[in-house]
């Protein structure tokens, strides 16, 4: 199959959108964080709990929306701590991050050694299973494409829409938005700037976790260590590349994803024997960079993105 | 002490209020009502403690003692929300606003349930409409506040306080911002509510702007209230000794001849900044000894010509002349390097570095030049500058090692006067240099220009308080949509006639109508 | 809740939260080796015999620390400066990638020449991939975080490729792996028969280097201004963009030569796995030091004993080791909420 | 010293020998969980007394072998292919404990306590080739690994080498994922290539066998045996065996008779380090032609006829 082929096939798009959902819940996980004000760096190990506490649940018993719930509690857990110590304390964000990413992924991994110590390989699970929505699912390319998906990827694609309808249609979204711009108008409004970045720090890392449990509960069936394989870090760079918009970001999301579909299958052409497999790899990565510098003056960071608040301050 | 105004029923009542900040004693005993429909003045110098005794008031701040009532009920302490609640409305020193949030948007963010599942924009728009008409408030609901001007920002912000229904608006130096027109406008609104039952408590350090607005003056000095007046029993010059504890110097410019042009603009343009326009075709000679004062209101373009002339932009048309010699590549250090004092508009964001102290602030703009050698530092001798410095600038400080974001509005303005000053330059960039500073400062910062003109340097005074430019200039032009006027000379011309000018009436038609930079396209 | 600075705090205030943090951490991994089946009170001694408790573990703590002082030197060089340098990681592999090209004996020189220069191609090497970014930010405003995240995974699969490409060890058997580097290129151990190598008294040079910088510098005083105000710097005439692509040098450099010095120093040859996480651990150490560069060697010694205590402790004990890493991340946080606790002092309103 | 190593020896007897395994990756990776699963059935069996440290870093690899051996224990298992110099230092410090490690290297005799091993279970991946090479229907057969280390390619090859014989024009479709530990993406990458043609799959890594179960098509196991899983998709597996390793390797430590050596051979076919998994619900369903050929392409790897070319070059599509 030439370029041409690969993207004119469904199974090229319907697997972009597939490697895309994870991304999108970890992307409007952060992206709500970073539109509070805070940069949540915890991502990745946030998204490596959520993994396996979803996974876990449902392997002990609950049902697959158990595990869900599951997973986007952890994630909240996580977030919790992670809001405590940045927003109100108002800790560096980095080292904040960075530990939380630290501590989610190691108190993960200690878990799952004491829960299954004696194991080569983890037990599965029946995981989501592709639901066709009805009447859309026979839509020539478009149907295989984007309604031959699990209910986890619908889920994705809604939570954008919900993102965008709370950040610039409700009250909520109006506080949110002027948190991360001008914490101070927001207290002069007799708002807690602190309630509303916790607030978005623990929803926000709750979302970032149903990301991580995408991987074991709809694109795959059981838990790995080192499975999220940096998908946090690319959600960081998503949010960017979104200009803190969620539709931007999800599109992101899907270029990205496309990219790594493509990649994917451009290593069987032709080229493919070619060229080193790495090159391929690097492709999703340096395709962001390239898309970044060509859309980069238009992007407005939150003003306020790393700014502790800390009334009375001046 | 006088009485309460008439037979209005008290609507607010702070009793007893202190405040420390470590240390400082801010607050110390503070008692003062307001009634109904009544305008208290809120006077003292920088540091009295009038920001502090509002923010106690809305619930910014928790007060040490004492308790605050409105309409004769007592507000919890340090909730800003039942500040609100109970009517209150607080147009802060420091504006509070959202930049990427649009006009209609900060109004209306925190007045409905968070929880609420949708804005109604509709009707929120339709009612700040109407409060902006009634009002004579004019902005744009749709504009984004962070491409307002600060005269825009301070409408939002009043409006923001009008949608809240407040019964008791607290402005706190709502003018130090304003063009004279805006001021008037700013008043009129002021009475028109106050007509409707408003009460307002307002802040200021312009005593003739006091003695027009105010029922009643209030002063505070270190904390305490001095004195306590009806506004009609009182003049401005008791009250300014009220503020500074004894009488002040009043400032005399005696009219001296011009010497040579040190700066000479022909024909410049610069390319707009988002919304603010850039020069048009501007020509301007700034002479030695002589204070050439720009009059305008803001958002005209003063920002910039200030830029062109500090260094951050370069001319993108025209001719550009320094001391005679054309202008090539143009920046901050070759601003500098030419005898080109800057004072900034803006002291907080780019006059100085809050985290440094005084002594790094002192060299910020020489320390490459004057205190170092082979790029090692002489910190020693940068202190004994900054100590210079602080004693000829009377800058009261704890010493030059305190990080300066702890010092007042104007102990920083003198910090940065000296250092532009003391470097003997030949050209001096005044932007706003009084902007917020109290009676006390304000006459210090002007005599010191004053000398520095008589020394035989060109000084560009841009303000948009009328009075300032007036008072001081020896010439003065009028910039409007990034055009300027011819000069004229001081006395010989109106106040009415200048506002002609700033209103964009006199210019050649030629120009008119078109859009800041539309003509870079020729 | 608000904090309130405190003016001039206490000994005690000085000193006790850190502790508790220590001990809070301490504290934690007990209760999860106990919950492992490990027997908590072996637990605290088990950590600082790990750490310190031998010759050998303590220069194994300091061998660990090496190159974490440069990562968090390089951090913090850029922090101060507000460029967010996250790219650390891939910056030590560009100054590895050089002194596995330079050292396997391209150049037959002497080592008193040959390790100066494999040291200052390597900063090179370093300092060229944050330069990329750099400008990219000063030209583009295209976000720093982004491109210098991105380019870890970029550069990673660069050395991937080059490990099973060029620089395979013909020796090597096929396992993706540089050749060794031959003895000229090698910075010698300070303790013969242990692993502790003068790369570490190299970090110590280093930070004392950025310290001096930083304090007594023309550049160091612009790279301060520039961080701590960017527009107030480019009024006063600071040639703010011509500073930030200095910093940027100076950063990548830095953590260029935590790559030589693991290199040259500790491995010997380049693997795909020479550093696990240095570069983002550099972003830990870096603010648990305040960005100050001395600060920075304080705080590597401190991640990197609490790490290789932990580690040990998790063996003797036979519980998972990732309760090391459980504990390094808890002392981090612990950390730095105590370092506030030392300045500030929670009140309620 | 002849007496000192005799006292040892009858005090190694009398007691349980204190085995440590070290290992880079989690014990899931499906290399080290054949390591790890014989070293759990020796210690069941009361040989040995066992523990572990798993997803070591390279860099720690040198101090986590020291603080074994300082601690008593007297066999470490483990793999030092990305830390093989210090590694040999380390072993040089303690000649009383053995090593038994994972490496690329030949013994050396100067490093008697160090002996060395692989998979080299090329014998059976070949044997699973033959079978592939009859089952698969288009001659189109995905392959998706890890890293392209020896490990891994010496099976690819072996394998690719098995299908030859049975479809000698079958292509292959190669990739690598650069991890491993990254099912969704071996998934989505056998995805593609059962989109490009592929009605049978190599499955290197964990994830791949999912994609061919959803998609209908078949795979070959390797390292592991995932028939179970897998019942109506892995046809056949190649089987590392450890057992006949670490077998070897206690009984010489016990003997006091541990010496430098190449363990490598224990994972032949020979020595009952690998095997073709059992047939499972595929039993039958194989073409007897294949299956013959299997036994007697096995009889002659037993009996030496036969090798089984060891090509350690990173195979490329076809
Ligand atoms: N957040 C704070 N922390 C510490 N001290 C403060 C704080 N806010 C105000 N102060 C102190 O309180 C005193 C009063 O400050 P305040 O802002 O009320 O003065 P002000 O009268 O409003 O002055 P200005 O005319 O300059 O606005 C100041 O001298 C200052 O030292
Ligand atoms: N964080 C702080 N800690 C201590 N004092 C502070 C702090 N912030 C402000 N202040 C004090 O508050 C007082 C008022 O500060 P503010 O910034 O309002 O100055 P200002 O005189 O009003 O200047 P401007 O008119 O330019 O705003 C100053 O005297 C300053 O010392
Ligand atoms: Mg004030
Ligand atoms: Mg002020």
């Known amino acids: 199959m030439e370029i041409f082929d690969i993207l004119a096939s469904a199974a090229f798009w319907a697997a972009a959108i597939r490697i895309a959902s994870p991304l999108i819940f970890a992307t409007m996980g952060e992206l709500i964080c970073e539109r509070a004000g805070v940069l949540n760096l915890g991502i990745e190990g946030i998204m490596v709990a959520g993994a396996f506490a979803g996974w876990i649940a449902v392997w002990a018993g609950l049902p697959l929306w158990g595990g869900v719930a599951v997973a986007f509690a952890a994630g909240a857990a996580f977030g919790l701590l992670h809001g405590v110590l940045s927003v109100p304390f108002g800790l560096s964000q980095h080292v904040v991050g960075i530990g939380i990413t630290l501590l989610a992924t190691s108190l993960t991994f200690y878990t799952y050694r004491v829960v299954l110590p004696e194991v080569s390989s983890p037990p599965k699970i029946v995981a989501f299973a592709p639901w066709p929505v009805p009447g859309l699912s026979q839509i020539p390319l478009l149907g295989p494409a984007l309604f031959t998906q699990t209910p986890l990827t619908y889920l994705a694609f809604g939570l954008v829409g919900l993102v965008s309808l709370v950040l610039y249609r409700t009250p909520l979204g109006l506080a949110l938005r002027a948190a991360g711009e001008a914490p101070a108008a927001v207290a002069a409004q007799g708002l807690s700037v602190t309630g509303l970045r916790l607030g978005a720090v623990v929803v926000g890392s709750g979302l970032m976790a149903v990301g991580g449990a995408f991987l074991t509960l709809s694109a795959f069936d059981s838990f790995f260590f080192d499975m999220v394989n940096g998908r946090g870090w690319i959600a960081i760079a998503l949010v960017v590349f979104g200009a803190w918009r969620p539709g931007k970001a999800m599109l992101g999301a899907i270029l990205f994803a496309a990219f790594d579909a493509l990649q994917i299958r451009l290593q069987q052409t032709a080229l493919g024997a070619l060229v080193p497999y790495q090159v391929f790899l690097m492709l999703p990565y340096a395709l962001s960079i390239l898309a970044l510098v060509a859309m980069s003056r238009r992007a407005e960071v939150p003003a306020a993105l790393m700014v502790p608040f800390n009334k009375g301050e001046r | 002490m006088a009485q309460e105004a008439g037979a209005q029923p008290v609507v607010l009542r702070l009793s007893e209020i202190s405040k420390s900040f470590g240390a400082l004693k801010a607050l110390d005993g503070v008692s003062l009502s307001l009634a109904r429909g009544e305008v208290l003045a809120l006077l003292g110098e920088n540091g009295a403690g009038k920001t502090t005794l509002m923010n106690v008031l809305f619930g910014q701040y928790t007060a040490d003692r004492g308790s605050v009532e409105v309409m004769g009920r007592a507000l919890p302490p340090g909730a800003p929300r039942a500040a609100l609640a109970a009517g209150v409305g607080m147009v802060h020193q420091h504006f509070t606003l959202a930049g990427n949030l649009t006009v209609w948007e900060n109004i209306v963010l925190g007045t409905q349930s968070l929880w609420r599942g949708r804005i109604g924009a509709r009707a929120a728009r339709a009612r700040i409409a109407d409060l902006a008409a009634r009002f004579h408030l004019a902005v744009d609901p749709e504009a984004k506040v962070g491409r307002l001007s600060v005269g825009e920002r301070q409408r939002v912000e009043i409006l923001k306080a009008l949608y809240r229904d407040a019964r008791i608006l607290i402005l706190d130096e709502p003018t130090a911002v304003l063009t004279p027109q805006e001021s008037d406008a700013l008043f009129a609104t002021l009475r028109e509510a106050v007509g409707q039952g408003l009460s307002v408590v307002f802040i200021s350090h312009k005593l003739h702007e006091v003695m027009a607005i105010a029922d009643r003056v209030v002063v505070l000095r270190h904390g305490r209230m001095v004195a306590e007046r009806a506004a009609a029993e009182t003049s401005a010059p008791e009250l300014a000794a009220l503020m500074v504890g004894g009488a002040l110097p009043e400032s005399e410019i005696a009219p001296r001849p011009a010497g040579p042009a040190l700066l000479r603009l022909s024909q410049v343009s610069t390319r707009p900044e988002g919304r603010a326009p850039g020069l048009r075709e501007v020509t301007l000679s700034l002479h030695a000894g002589q204070i050439t004062g720009l009059a305008g209101v803001s958002g005209n373009g003063q920002r910039a010509l200030s830029d062109l002339v500090s260094g951050l932009v370069a001319p993108s048309l025209g001719g550009f002349e320094i001391g005679g010699a054309p202008v090539s590549r143009w920046s901050p250090r070759a601003a500098i390097a030419r005898g080109i004092g800057r004072i900034p508009e803006d002291r907080h964001r780019t006059g100085t570095i809050a985290d440094f102290d005084l002594t790094e602030n002192a060299v910020l703009e020489t320390y490459a030049r004057d205190f170092a050698r082979h790029g090692w530092l002489d910190w020693r001798a940068a202190r004994a500058h900054a100590e210079a410095l602080i004693r000829g600038y009377d800058v009261r400080c704890p010493g030059p090692g305190t990080r300066i974001r702890l010092l007042s509005g104007g102990n920083m303005q003198k910090l940065i006067l000296g250092r532009v000053l003391e470097t003997g330059p030949r050209i001096i960039l005044a932007n706003q240099p009084v902007r917020g500073l109290d009676i006390g400062a304000v006459t210090y910062v002007h005599n010191r220009l004053a000398a520095a003109r008589d020394g035989g340097a060109a000084v560009l005074l841009i303000s948009e308080d009328l009075d300032e430019v007036m008072k001081l200039s020896d010439v003065i032009h009028v910039i409007s949509e990034g055009r300027l006027s011819p000069p004229f000379a001081r006395g010989a011309v109106s106040v009415a006639t200048l506002g002609e000018w700033m209103a964009g009436a006199h210019f050649a038609p030629a120009a008119a109508g078109k859009t800041g930079g539309a003509h870079h396209a020729a | ?349 | 010293a002849l007496t000192g190593l005799g006292a040892g020896r009858a005090r190694a007897e009398g007691e349980v020998l204190k085995v440590a395994g070290i290992y880079t990756v989690p014990v899931e990776q499906q290399w080290v969980s054949r390591i790890h699963v014989a070293a759990m059935a020796a210690k069941e069996r009361g040989e040995i007394d066992y523990t572990y440290s798993e997803n070591t870093a390279n860099t720690d690899y040198p101090r986590v072998m020291r603080e074994y051996a300082e601690s008593g224990y007297k066999l470490i298992v483990g793999e030092i292919f990305g830390a093989e110099q210090e590694a040999r230092e380390v072993a040089a410090e303690y000649p009383e404990v053995a090593f038994l490690m994972g490496s690329s290297f030949a013994p050396d005799a100067a490093l008697a306590n160090l002996s060395v091993f692989d998979n080299y279970i090329q014998d059976a991946s070949y044997l699973s080739g033959i079978i592939a090479g009859a089952m698969t229907k288009t001659g189109n057969i995905g392959m998706v690994g890890g890293f392209p280390i020896p490990e891994v390619n010496r099976l690819m090859h072996a394998f690719m080498a098995g299908v030859k014989e049975t479809r000698p024009d079958a292509t292959f479709q190669v990739s690598f994922i650069g991890s491993w530990f990254d099912p969704p993406k071996a998934k989505e990458t056998a995805y593609a290539m059962i989109e490009a043609g592929a009605d049978l799959l190599y499955a290197e890594r964990f994830g791949v066998s999912d994609a061919a179960k959803e998609k209908g098509v078949l795979a070959i196991g390797n390292v592991i045996d995932t028939q179970a899983d897998y019942p109506e998709t892995v046809v056949a597996s190649a089987l590392w065996n450890f057992q006949p390793t670490l077998d070897a390797a206690i009984a010489a430590v016990k003997a006091g008779a541990f010496t430098a050596a190449d363990y490598g051979q224990y994972s032949f076919m020979k020595a009952g380090g690998c095997a073709l998994a059992p047939h499972g619900t595929f039993e039958g369903k194989i073409p007897q032609a294949a299956l013959d050929k299997v036994a007697a392409q096995e009889a002659a790897i037993k009996s030496g006829a036969f090798t089984v070319a060891i090509d350690d070059s990173e195979p490329k599509s076809s």
């Open chain 3, 1 to 349: 809740m608000r904090l309130e600075p405190i003016a001039a705090p206490s000994l005690a205030r000085r000193i006790l939260p850190p502790a508790l943090a220590i001990l809070g951490a301490f504290v934690v991994a007990a209760v999860l080796a106990r919950l492992a089946g490990g027997a908590p009170f072996a637990v605290f001694s088990g950590i600082v015999t790990g750490a310190v408790g031998s010759k050998f573990a303590a220069l194994e703590t300091l061998n660990r620390a090496t190159p974490l002082i440069f990562t968090g030197l390089a951090v913090a060089v850029a922090f101060r400066a507000k460029l967010w340098n996250i790219g650390a990681e891939a910056q030590l592999y560009a100054g590895a990638l050089v002194t596995a090209v330079l050292g396997t004996g391209a150049l037959p020189l002497p080592a008193p020449l040959l390790l100066p220069l494999i040291c200052a191609v390597a900063m090179l090497a370093g300092a060229a991939l944050l330069f990329g970014p750099a400008v990219l930010k000063t030209r583009l405003g295209v976000d720093e975080v982004v491109t210098t995240l991105l380019l870890n995974f970029i550069f990673l699969l660069f050395v991937s490729y080059l490990l099973e490409g060029p620089l395979k060890d013909p020796m090597g058997m096929g396992w993706p792996k540089s050749a060794r580097l031959v003895p000229e290129a090698r910075l010698p151990r300070i303790v013969e028969g242990l692993r502790l190598h003068w790369g570490f008294v190299l970090a110590l040079i280093a930070a004392a280097l950025v310290w001096v910088i930083n304090a007594r510098t023309t550049l160091g005083f612009e790279m301060r201004a520039v961080g701590a105000n960017r527009e107030a710097a480019r009024f006063a005439g600071i040639p703010v963009t011509a500073v930030t692509l200095k910093t940027a040098l100076l950063s990548g450099g830095l953590a260029g030569l935590a790559g030589f010095s693991e290199v040259s120093g500790l491995k010997g040859a380049l693997t795909l796995d020479l550093s696990p996480g240095y570069g983002y651990s550099g972003i830990v150490v870096a603010m648990l030091a305040l960005l100050h560069p001395l600060g920075v060697v304080a705080a590597a010694l401190f991640v990197a004993a609490i790490f290789v205590g932990a580690d040990a402790m998790s063996r003797a004990q036979g519980v998972p080791t990732y309760l090391a890493d459980i504990m390094l991340a808890a002392a981090l946080l612990f950390m730095v909420l105590a370092i506030l606790l030392t300045k500030f002092r929670v009140v309620r309103d």
